[in-house]
């Protein structure tokens, strides 16, 4: 716990003093309460309130009404946002995705009770008090992951439940308890209900996670990749399960610094071609940009695999892929890390590459169509092209004379 977090947790104290001092009761809940028991930095403060909306948003000076309909204001303290919702409970689920209706309540043990797991369902107060209903500090100290109340019903209620048990199990490094797991054999059936960015931004911070290698396993071993509401392409299902046995082609995806990059080396150890990675960004809702960037790792993986510490197809390989394609890469197998099997050699080639696209050669395409008199065409791409790689190899200087005098040669071919 940093200073930052000791203050982000004090400013939430605050702001539930506020609240107190209008007569309303408030608490610090889910998971900025678990964190703190934890130890563990926190990312946002969340508070719940007896206080109904409008008279949150009477209470304090600047506030954006976020989510009113599901009770929620974000109240602005010290430039710091905090989320304040009104205890709730939720009630109907008729299809296993969002509650049809949200009621307010008066207890904040209601509220607690349609939190999913016991370790998100505790609130802490001002004098340091703690509201416990369901045992959450003691599961968090046996680290374990149950769910408030019968395990089958809840995840019939919210099946996206199913996939955070993964992702708390996998990022505390905690077990699923029993009947978590049976109830994930029984309903995984009903995450087709889920809409695919909730499930994939659970996934998404999985990856990001402590252990993503053991939230993947996980998911795949739970059999919930089945049941996804836009099928994942077949390969890739069956490489997930395979996956299991590939832990010595590289580093653990924990020791991969970036995101990204970890879902390159998870997606090319699984077997995906180029195509399947992009599709499958694009099922579990990655943006463009990201999918576009793991697309090309994947690609950069694929043309490597055949001989993976080939200088020759390592610099094609960057002259086609690009310079970011091949440091995700490098970062997927390990370079530099000390367990990149020889790849450091490769690092270094590209850190020494004198070019690595034609923007960054000494003469520029409408100077070579000037230079001959010729209408910029197809065979300008071309030539440009010979002599980046000419340059990427060393064969020849990055220099506007020498590269002029060079493309005589390939502007015929
Ligand atoms: P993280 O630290 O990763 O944000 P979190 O526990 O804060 O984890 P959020 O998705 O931010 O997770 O949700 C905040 C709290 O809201 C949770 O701690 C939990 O109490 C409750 N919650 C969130 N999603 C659900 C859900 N699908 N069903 C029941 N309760 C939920
Ligand atoms: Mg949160």
């Given at each position: ?9 004090r ?8 609240l107190q ?16 028991l ?10 719940a309130t ?15 009404p ?15 946002p905090?989320e304040?919702?009104?205890?709730r ?9 969002r ?42 100290s046996?680290?374990i ?26 990022a ?8 978590v797991w049976r109830g ?18 659970e996934w ?5 996670g ?15 990749m ?5 099928p ?5 299902k ?12 590289g ?26 990675a ?27 695999a055949?001989?993976?510490g ?30 990149g099997?020889?790849h450091?050699?490769?690092?270094k080639?590209?850190?020494?590459l004198?070019?690595?696209s034609v ?6 395409g ?22 980046l ?8 200087p ?12 390939f502007?015929?071919?």
């Amino acid at each position: 716990m940093t200073d930052a977090d000791e203050r982000l947790w004090r400013m939430g104290l605050e702001v539930v003093r506020k609240l107190q001092e209008r007569g309303f009761e408030a608490y610090l809940v889910g998971g900025c309460a678990r964190d703190r028991l934890l130890g563990r930095p926190l990312h946002d403060v969340d508070v719940a309130t007896s206080a109904h909306p409008e008279q949150v948003a009477a209470s304090f000076e600047r506030v954006i009404p976020t989510g009113l309909q599901h009770g929620t204001v974000t109240v602005m303290h010290e430039g710091t946002p905090f989320e304040v919702t009104t205890y709730r409970t939720e009630s109907g689920y008729s299809d296993a995705r969002r509650p049809d209706s949200v009621a307010f309540v008066r207890d904040i043990r209601e509220d607690l009770a349609r939190r999913d797991f016991t370790i998100n369902a505790m609130a802490a107060g001002l004098e340091g008090e703690w509201i416990d209903p369901y045992g959450g500090r003691e599961d968090l100290s046996a680290c374990i992951v149950r769910c408030v109340g019968d395990a089958d019903r809840r995840f019939g209620e919210d099946a996206l439940r199913m996939v955070r048990a993964i992702r708390f199990a996998a990022a505390f490094r905690f077990r699923l308890a029993k009947s978590v797991w049976r109830g994930i054999r029984s309903q995984a059936q009903r995450l087709r209900f889920v809409a695919m960015e909730r499930i994939g931004a659970e996934w998404d911070k999985m990856m990001a996670g402590a252990d993503p290698d053991r939230a993947c396993r996980l998911l795949a071993r739970s059999g919930l990749m089945a049941h996804l509401k836009e099928p994942l392409p077949a390969g890739l299902k069956a490489g997930m399960l395979a996956y299991r046995t590939a832990a010595e082609v590289g580093p653990k995806l924990r020791d991969i610094a970036d995101t990204d990059a970890r879902w390159i080396a998870w997606l090319s150890r699984c077997g995906a071609e180029p195509e399947e990675a992009v599709r499958f960004c694009r099922t579990i809702r990655l943006s463009g940009k990201r999918e576009a960037r793991i697309g090309q790792g994947v690609a950069f993986a694929r043309r490597m695999a055949v001989s993976p510490g080939d200088r020759a197809t390592f610099i094609t390989a960057v002259l086609d892929f690009g310079k970011p394609a091949a440091s995700d890469w490098l970062a997927a197998i390990g370079a530099g890390t000390g367990n990149g099997h020889g790849h450091a050699a490769l690092l270094k080639c590209l850190e020494e590459l004198p070019a690595d696209s034609v923007r960054q050669l000494a003469v520029r395409g409408d100077e070579l169509a000037r230079h001959w008199d010729r209408p910029a065409g197809p065979w300008v791409a071309k030539v440009l092209r010979s002599l980046l790689e000419e340059v990427a190899f060393g064969r020849l200087p990055n220099d506007n004379a020498a590269l002029l005098r060079a493309a005589e040669a390939f502007k015929e071919s």
